[in-house]
């Protein structure tokens, strides 16, 4: 019986910014295909100097229940998902708390990532 599906998102982040920014905690909502998956936080603390791109990971459990419309419309898309990030990071500029609006989007063709998958398992075997 399948409860559900863990996903891993990896995120480039980056400061544009004159000084080096702290983020601690990240809240955010997660959105596939425009369906709403849930909410969900990370607290990796990173720190990005000026100019500076970091990669952040964000872990993301889909129940069941979530599952059935984002599996319609991926397979709607041709195994197109559109990942939606939306939240606020709980930052610290120059000594001060601040709560930064972010946002990131990514596509993923679901297709072909089990393709390589399976090329990369034939391939080492």
């Known amino acids: 019986v399948?409860?559900?599906?863990?996903l891993v998102i990896l995120f480039n982040v980056s400061n544009m910014g004159f000084t080096t920014i702290s983020i601690p905690v990240l809240r955010y909502?997660?959105?596939?295909?425009g369906y709403y998956v849930g909410d969900g936080y990370s607290n990796c603390s990173i720190e990005i100097s000026p100019g500076e791109v970091k990669e952040l990971t964000i872990h993301?459990?889909?129940?069941r229940d979530s599952l059935i419309d984002i599996?319609?419309?991926?397979?709607e898309n041709n195994g197109t998902l559109n990942i939606l990030v939306e939240g606020n990071a709980q930052s610290i500029?120059?000594?001060?708390?601040?709560?930064?609006p972010v946002k990131g989007m990514k596509t993923i063709n679901?297709?072909?990532?089990?393709?390589?998958?399976?090329?990369?398992?034939?391939a080492s075997k």
């Open 71 to 75: 599996t319609s419309s991926i397979i």
């Open 110 to 122: 679901i297709y072909e990532e089990i393709r390589k998958a399976l090329y990369s398992m034939l």
């Open 60 to 63: 993301q459990f889909i129940a």
């Open 2 to 6: 399948i409860e559900g599906v863990n």
């Open 93 to 100: 500029i120059l000594g001060i708390p601040l709560k930064i």
């Open 29 to 33: 909502s997660l959105f596939i295909n």
